[in-house]
């Protein structure tokens, strides 16, 4: 089970890395293309991307506080901190959407001069770099079942939509020429109300792994599978999931044959939590309750 963990955290963190350095890339050539060609739906684009650049900073803090083996004040390790940086992540977003709607309506009252053509090369590059980025770290956050890297995700593809959005409002003023240079900024405030939308895609999840909600049911599933194939193990009855950072801990109850003695049962326990570890590596700490089988009393 370390092995596992560690190598989650570590594909976790090479993901991480790779979402700053493209980050920063992107930043950079959103300003300047934005600046020099005169269109404020990519400066708004941009600064999604430079916030992004700090949350990814933040996520691969979390991926490393998070995975610190358990100790005395933190029994179940440190694995909570992760949702945490999630919450972290929403208000970065949040706060960016805010800015970019405020600044779109303050240029959508204000004159200004037509987007330069040249801004929707740049722009059709990048929309496919950043989906493919969304595809690439959603895939490793799955992988690893790290909350905060799926919210690093969910950024590639927040970003991947305002680049959209950008194009089809620069798209729209060039086309239509003067009297639709707001079309751009219009595309900003539009892509201010995704990036809200998403904030919420990504809250929801990390909210209910702080609050404990069952949502497991598929690995409850496997669990009660398994526990069946233990010897000694005749049937399962409660089992409550907890996720804490890339792991999971486990409350079962398990039945057995109420004749037998306590070491009998204790040895049974021990092995099942054993199987359950080793079938299952990305579980954490598991906690067996032998309960006596109804027919055996």
Not at 18 to 36: D, H, R
Not at 255 to 269: M, P
Not at 276 to 282: A, D, H, T
Request: aromatic letters at 10%; hydrophobic letters at 45%.
């Amino acid at each position: 089970m370390v092995d596992t963990t560690q190598t989650n955290q570590q594909t976790a963190v090479k993901a991480t890395y790779f979402s700053i350095v493209g980050n920063s890339l992107l930043a950079v050539i959103k300003w300047l293309t934005g600046y020099f060609g005169n269109s404020y739906a990519l400066i708004a684009d941009a600064i999604e991307s430079t916030t992004d650049i700090f949350s990814s900073l933040l996520v691969l803090f979390g991926l490393r506080y998070a995975n610190r083996p358990a100790d005395k004040n933190h029994p179940y390790g440190h694995g909570r901190l992760e949702p945490l940086i999630t919450f972290i992540i929403v208000a970065f977003l949040v706060v960016s959407a805010v800015i970019i709607a405020r600044d779109s309506i303050i240029n959508i009252r204000t004159p200004h001069e037509l987007p330069e053509t040249f801004t929707l090369f740049v722009l059709a590059p990048i929309i496919i770099w950043k989906e493919a980025s969304y595809q690439l770290v959603m895939r490793k956050a799955r992988q690893t079942n790290s909350s905060s890297l799926k919210a690093d995700a969910w950024h590639h593809r927040s970003d991947a939509i305002t680049s959209v959005a950008a194009f089809i409002g620069i798209s729209i003023a060039l086309i239509l020429g003067k009297g639709y240079e707001s079309a751009d900024d219009w595309a900003a405030l539009f892509a201010s109300g995704f990036i809200l939308y998403n904030s919420y895609k990504i809250f929801r999840p990390a909210l209910g792994e702080i609050m404990d909600e069952n949502v497991y049911d598929d690995l409850v599933a496997e669990i009660k599978r398994i526990s069946l194939t233990v010897n000694g193990v005749i049937a399962t009855e409660k089992c409550f999931i907890r996720k804490a950072g890339m792991i999971y801990h486990v409350d079962l109850h398990a039945t057995v044959n109420a004749t037998i003695s306590v070491k009998a049962g204790h040895d049974i326990a021990h092995r099942l939590k054993d199987t359950l570890r080793s079938e299952i590596p990305q579980l954490g700490n598991v906690l067996i309750h032998i309960e006596p089988h109804p027919q055996d009393q």
